[in-house]
């Protein structure tokens, strides 16, 4: 038993607030138990510098926390004068995992930034920010299609994301603050709707894993992005729709 | 007639969800019509190197706007590696105007950070920032009197702030976004509870303007500011006792 | 009586020194009392980017101290790497003074920068800034005029600033380093030769103020930035003429 | 059959050079083919501030790459003022690998600096600087052995790092760079010499992996890891019976 | 015959106003021709961390351009965000030569800033500094000594610095700027009272130049250096006498 | 007799190994004693905006140590966010010096950067990369040539770099660091094969210098300097001769 009840193989509650922001073209609000991400979608018609005249698209993200999204307050690092790594590290996976889901060339040389603040944090931080900045980025570029501009829905599958870890020998989902400061093994992983595997980040910094670990970890992550994808659908409504039908379009080419 | 059917004496609607955050120790999330501000207030246990030795706390504040709390994203200050000169004249208003109502020998060798994070913006706000990081500050500080860390209670009035500003000849209270972006001249007031000035900053760069016409914007900025402090004490209810008694106190001195 | 045997509304020697520089298209240094501060005019035959295409001009200020103009050593902001709020506060407010009595269009796209640097500093260094810096504009846009490149004279009017302050219950006019750090209330004026406010910055962060004092203060500095602009009639002789005549214009329109 | 010949299971020559730098507690050049990073291990007798007074030690690393390691020169990060998020994310897994098998506390209140830096790059590099920079930190750590300074030996495993990745549903053994830049899938896996996962990241952006991929990848990274740590052992020679002492001490805690 | 009429082997004529600023310990305003140069000597009872504990004191220097010093307008260091290589560059030089003067240890831990700030450019800034610092750093050293605060007179000789350089075979002392863009070589050299080298920095990078080029350049240095160091003893005037004291005492140990 | 065993007049002994990188368009590692540099050449098709338009190329430097190329680690530039002065002053100097030997029309709207990355350093770490990098250029330069991409061969001389110094009244060539810690002068020299000076930067901070001590610390620098271009002639092969050529050709214009 968990301290706050749950079992092993159960998520804390997952809540999708859409169209947050009046100015955003997608946004939400997704609060995972008490981690709480504000996730915007801009669209811009322009595309970075290394990926101009290639008719294609791109797909990037933005990852902060304000600073008393945690216990202690953290420095902005707009006042340090620059980002540290583990921000880095994490923008530049949310932006990969949102990648793995949107035909770039459909897109046209738009490009799509999520933006991922941290109102409140227990946990789970960047697995909440995928999982919602794909729903923001599905608003966003669903308003594209919407005005016309897209030859075809560029998004082929849903996405979602849950951390997984160990603690005293036990596998368990979805992990809070306070169970994953006191995890052993560590891991990130990110799936489509299809089952795939986009990212698999685990970590034993603290305690070498085995095979065996690794294999349950995986499967109670599995089991929680679907938990995590079937909120993105219900929240989406008529815009899964036009996913399903991308990702079919997609499977026969 | 304005806009939106403000009458040219009237603010937006103004609400005040307090406790808005789990873990800092005073917080509130400020409406005002469509500008929302997250407020959060933390107190530590050392103040700067500037203050050591002297006894005496420090209230500072820090200003933020989330990359699409507008309708253009704007670029992130962390990304850029420096704040920009607008963020800093603002948080150190900020700071200036909590300062003038707080005794900070009261407050012994503490400091408490105001961090404003604009999650959206409509115009004000900076004034929303300061009339939001007012309640945020007295929850944090009630909080340091409960739990009888404090000799004396050490906020000595309310503190509330308004934009008000000219456009085509008239003065109006509040301006939101569109009206900001058309007035001539634009002035933020800060007053207290008692009715005097803590700040007052006219710019007339469009047009410079009469005495006539800055003393017709004084008198509506502190109409506003009343209404902006009334609902201070609402959402502070038996705090707002404690600061009355600690304006009375420091009135006999 | 004041420690420098001024009467409160008086304000200390000006002197204007023209051409201080033989590379600026304008330069003076001003001396206010023993504030000193070079100012140069710099005309450049482009905008920034977020002028660009209008077909109008721009104006823009930077200031900056010596390391010993204070009584204390003070760091480069140059070493530090980054500047202060400050002093982004301070450009901020010279280039949108200077702004408000150019017509940009009438300038053509070419931009004029205010370089102030305080050389030595005993109070209203930015206020100084201000008075000198329109000057040195006005002798850099009257060669252009001169040079025939402008279709109309831009400058429409006048502009002087001073600070004013309160200690011990009175206002003061032009407080120097040592009356600036005793006052309880300080403002920054800057009117136009016509009387009317550019800017009104006034800070209570000691103690706040009365609409009563105020007016006292808005009154001294009305006064004194009188006698700051019949300083630069002086310097600016014929130049004055051509200002008053675009003045003159610019009211028929 | 690949490129240059290898099967899919085999990796390409690893050759480590132990002490290369004669200033460096510990130090080899690793090459796995044209691959090639002088690792050094620098000693420190203090730790940095957030581990002081825990009577525990520190290891961390850096990593940078000389700007012609590259085909196409790359921009120093000295010159453009800030490290890259590719750079602080290798570099934190480097460190974090790196400590999993060294037991802190026996290292007493010292600190163990990796310095990774690829001179000529060719795939790898990240995993190449953890299996070289091993071997550094082991000869380095050795020496504290040596003079007497520990308590105990505390290395308790072997440590080796490869890539996999899948090309044309093929899974391979240690990618080159032209291999990497094909690769649909990328996986860097850290293991122990006792068979255990460190580190398991793997990416699938250009097209998300099926569950079977993953296992394949994994058989094949535990296999070219193990080779790489046969090479430590044989360099180590005399070390390698410590590591092995320690291992064994610290199994029947 | 050279632009402005002088020999060869002639300075321009130089000028230094002792004690130009008020705040500071020492300080000169020196123009050599159309180059001036404002030099502040701070003291502080304090020594940089790489001096400290060694009972001797430090003299560092620092250098700026205001932005018009030059002709066209030079964007400011602070606005940069960091120095560029030639500013450091000189800064370095300057300290460097000061400092062989000065016996560190008779200074005790104190530490002497020469802030060395170019209103004005017209070729030999460096040079020109160079004098200047020095006749600042003598007054402020002589008030330590007039206040009893050292045990001995710390500065054991005169320093002074010119350039020279080769135009058309021809070598010239003291280069203003028009002169100095058109050299081939050019050579800033720095030397005692007594006439030895602290500085010989010499360019080709137009074109190399022969050792009876280098001998010519170091005759006219020699010469112009002289003539400096006469316009420094002239300012110094009671102070010269203390330091050829001190060269004397220093010259018998 | 030095501690090594060298004479006064003597250099360590020189290893330049040509094609040291399988990357870069010209490469070397260059070896004096202890001190071990690869200078990397990189042809770009591409010059500084400066340049543009000139049909003239640019040669430029950079110039780096790694963390433990000293005794004692140094921390990286990167990591600092910022280039120290010292190393400015370094790759100015060398690209400065290399420049002087290159016809910079004859290479076309064409850049060489030249990078030295100090791997391992005894003293000389500037002057050794002068003498690497005029190597890895003239390789690098020699392969436009050999692909017809000149119309001429731009190299006109050979040039080659020694560190010189006094210790104990005692001229000594190509001082390690040892003795370089213990100079009291300290001169770096960079020649061309024709024995023609192009930087000389002699320092007495220590200790000012005589003009007897410079004459004779010139000679000592010539002879070292020979005996380095020996070395480049005979690692440069056929190069060599066309440099010859270009040489002779240049001296007949």
Known sequence: MRSDGRRADETRPVKI?????????????????DTKVICTATIEERVPPFMKGQG????????????????????RESARGKLGGRTMEIQRLIGR??????????????SVTLDCDVIQADGGTRTTSITGAFVAMAIAIDKLATDKK?????????????????????????LNYDEDSKA??????????????????????ESPFSRKE??????????????????????????????????????RV
């Not at 607030?17 to 138990?33: D, P, Q």
């Not at 990648?99 to 040389?109: H, I, N, Y």
């Open 97 to 110: 995992a949102l990648r793995s889901v949107v035909q770039l060339d459909a897109l046209g040389e738009r």
């Open 150 to 174: 897209l030859s075809r829905f560029p998004i082929i599958d849903f996405l979602g994301s849950v951390s997984v870890g160990v603690i005293q020998e036990q596998a368990l989902l979805d």
């Open 214 to 251: 690794l294999d349950e970890l995986l499967l109670l992550a599995e089991l929680g992005i679907q938990s995590m994808i079937s909120e993105q659908e219900k929240v989406l409504g008529v815009i899964s729709e036009r996913i399903r039908g991308a990702a079919h379009a997609a499977s």
């Open 17 to 33: 607030t859409a169209n947050y922001n009046k100015h955003a073209e997608g946004s939400v609000l997704i609060e995972v138990g």
């Open 184 to 205: 052993k093994v560590d891991m990130n992983v990110v799936m489509t709707g299809s089952g795939k595997f986009v990212e698999v980040q685990g970590t034993g910094e």
């Open 56 to 75: 294609k698209g791109w797909v990037t993200a933005e990852y902060s926390m304000l600073p008393r999204a945690t216990s202690v307050r953290n420095q």
